[in-house]
């Protein structure tokens, strides 16, 4: 039901812009977030869309990188500037039919369903 794309290999201080459709009608959804996950490490929360415009980001991506809902193309985004090669991950789009309680948003278990992944690789 969710598909991740827009990934790819950027320069240091490049940008991309992932994009995750939602087959089933973005309305059939809530909360949808993205996580990330480098080789060898957990599964890492980066931003969440709980509702009506209510947003929360890491640490390590607030400032640089937004999260964004179009109801209207079935489609959320997440536009990354100012890259890091510590940002090198693959991203995976999540949802929750439900919107997801503030203290659970950053944990994967919260949501149900996950789309395939993207591959950002940032070069030094």
């Known amino acids: 039901q969710l598909q991740a794309s827009g990934g790819g290999l950027v320069q240091t201080g490049g940008s991309l812009r992932l994009s995750c459709a939602v087959s089933?009608?973005?309305?059939?959804?809530?909360?949808m977030a993205w996580f990330r996950q480098a080789p060898g490490k957990d599964r890492q929360f980066v931003a969440v869309?709980?509702?009506?415009?209510?947003?929360i980001y890491s640490d390590s991506v607030k400032g640089r990188f937004t999260i964004s809902r179009d109801n209207a193309a079935n489609t959320l985004s997440l536009q990354m500037n100012s890259l890091k090669p510590e940002d090198t991950a693959v991203y995976y789009c999540?949802?929750?039919?439900?919107?997801?309680?503030?203290?659970?948003?950053?944990?994967?278990?919260?949501?149900?369903?996950w789309g395939q992944g993207t591959v950002v690789t940032v070069s030094s």
């Open positions: 999540a949802a929750k039919k439900n919107r997801v309680i503030l203290s659970a948003a950053r944990t994967p278990g919260s949501y149900e369903i």
């Open positions: 089933g009608g973005i309305d059939s959804v809530t909360s």
């Open positions: 869309y709980r509702s009506m415009g209510s947003v």
